[in-house]
């Protein structure tokens, strides 16, 4: 019996694998490596599939069957938003049509358990102090949409066949549990300062005019390590009789803003760092913060990991 981990050579992928292995699961690995790099899963099986790919569906059901899989974790997805703008047919094509691909080979070989990677981009821009599970889901890009897709299609699966499932919506994933695992792609606010940083140019803020206490956006900052465990929590959660709940919040429940967090980052990095002002961005909501309530009741997960414990994890991943 193995656990399939698509996208297992991504970042958080990466994280999960080794957290399985550690605890004596087998684990097989699909990844396309568009954005996966091999050498973070050695010593697992990898098979190269496009799960977008025409035949992704049969290849998958020949991996299902040779590995002999009880359960699914499912990264491979595109997650650029900007470029999710950009191409929205193709994104559609890869989140949607990928997921659509390893649903039906779950089907056809009876695989029931999957654990889903969605993110808070489902929400868009909730006015509220902090997101429920229940907050209205109006995602504001391509990316966001096929994830509130992806968690459709799954529950129209589950609804329809024996699929359990779990979906968690990742608030803000940053640092590195092993620095050979840290995120390479320089998109998030603490890679962005700290690659800034590195070349001597002062970090931007856009904009410090929001109403936050500090006028800057506040997000939850989630460990890549505690999210990991989530998806240890959630696969054993599935192996319970009666699940109840199939959607969770992944975060902290505790906000910081952008200014917060170049003040951690100037701690772990034992320099001062004066940002820039710049201009807000469109599509940037004030404050983004988990309600952890759920996840914390139903899979008893609480994220262990503050902000500088992530970006310290970070900057040493950097070195
Ligand atoms: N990193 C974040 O902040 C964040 C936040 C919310 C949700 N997520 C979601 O978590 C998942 C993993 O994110 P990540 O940060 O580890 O990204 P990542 O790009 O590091 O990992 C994704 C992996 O999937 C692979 N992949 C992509 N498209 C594929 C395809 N068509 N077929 C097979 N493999 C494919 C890539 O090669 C890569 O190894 C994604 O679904 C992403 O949308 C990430």
Redesign the pocket.
């Known amino acids: 019996m193995a656990v399939l981990v698509?996208?297992?050579?991504?970042?958080?992928?990466s994280h999960v694998v080794r957290l399985l292995a550690q605890r004596g699961d087998d684990v097989v690995v699909?990844?396309?490596?568009?954005?996966?790099?091999a050498t973070r899963v050695d010593g697992h099986p990898i098979e190269q599939?496009?799960?977008?790919d025409a035949g992704a569906e049969d290849s998958l059901v020949d991996v299902l069957r040779r590995y002999d899989v009880s359960s699914v974790i499912h990264?491979?997805?595109?997650?650029q938003v900007g470029e999710s703008v950009e191409r929205p047919i193709w994104y559609y094509r890869?989140?949607v049509g990928?997921l659509a691909n390893l649903l039906a080979a779950l089907e056809r070989v009876g695989v029931e358990r999957l654990v889903f990677?969605?993110?808070?981009?489902v929400y868009g821009m909730p006015d509220v102090e902090l997101v429920t599970e229940d907050t209205d889901c109006r995602p504001i890009n391509p990316?966001g949409q096929t994830?509130l897709i992806g968690e459709w299609m799954i529950d129209n699966a589950r609804a329809a066949t024996g699929l359990r499932a779990v979906k968690l919506r990742?608030f803000?994933?940053a640092g590195a549990g092993w620095p050979e695992l840290a995120?390479t792609?320089v998109m998030?606010l603490v890679p962005i300062v700290l690659d800034r940083v590195a070349s001597g140019q002062p970090p931007v803020v856009f904009g410090d005019d929001y109403p936050t206490p500090d006028g800057t956006c506040i997000r939850d900052y989630v460990h890549v390590t505690d999210l990991a465990e989530a998806h240890i929590a959630a696969l054993d959660y599935l192996a319970d009789d009666q699940p109840q709940e199939s959607v969770f919040n992944v975060g902290t429940g505790t906000g910081s803003s952008v200014t917060e967090v170049i003040d951690a980052i100037s701690r772990g990095l034992g320099r001062e760092i004066i940002p820039e002002m710049g201009s807000r961005r469109a599509g940037d909501p004030p404050r983004l913060v988990a309600d952890v309530s759920r996840i914390a009741a139903q899979l008893v997960w609480k994220a262990q990991h503050g902000l500088d414990d992530i970006v310290g994890s970070a900057i040493a991943a950097r070195r």
């Open positions: 698509t996208g297992g050579a991504g970042y958080i992928g699909v990844d396309d490596l568009s954005n996966g790099i599939i496009d799960l977008a990264f491979a997805a595109k997650k890869q989140n990928g990677s969605s993110s808070a981009a990316y994830k990742y803000n994933v995120d792609a998030n």
